[in-house]
Nanobody, 124 residues
Framework: DVQLVESGGGSVQAGGSLRLSCTASGLNFDETDMAWYRQTPGNGCEMVSVFDSDGGTRYVDSVKGRFTISLDNAKNVLILQMHNLQVQDTAMYYC???????????????????WGQGTQVTVS
């Protein structure tokens, strides 16, 4: 089974940085779209960034220029490097994986069948 294990969350002051990591097992990155989502009571589940199976990337407008998604194939780790964090970035962050042949668009949550346990990011 696919397993996603996240780390790197924590509490930081506005303007600070965090590096989220998601270690994946049981999947082939060449056939898998990867994504970071975040969830808050007010905003629900929001796509933060996508790293698709073709190497393309997407970001929600609010994080462009501040966040960078990357994939280390050799180590099976998906990274979200976050700089200049703002209070509005406070959320539970999840990594997700879905087959590139799976249902729907890689920009939509239903595309992702496997999800990590989540890691909390708090900015104050």
């Amino acid at each position: 089974d696919v397993q996603l294990v996240e780390s790197g969350g924590g509490s930081v002051q506005a303007g600070g940085s965090l590096r989220l990591s998601c270690t994946a097992s049981g999947l082939n990155f060449d056939e898998t779209d990867m994504a970071w989502y975040r969830q808050t009571p007010g905003n629900g589940c929001e796509m933060v960034s996508v790293f698709d199976s073709d190497g393309g990337t997407r970001y929600v407008d609010s994080v462009k220029g501040r966040f960078t998604i990357s994939l280390d194939n050799a180590k099976n780790v998906l990274i979200l490097q976050m700089h200049n964090l703002q209070v509005q970035d406070t959320a539970m962050y999840y990594c997700a994986a879905g087959s590139r042949a799976g249902l729907g668009s890689s920009l939509s949550a239903p595309h992702y069948a496997a999800w990590g346990q989540g890691t909390q990011v708090t900015v104050s």
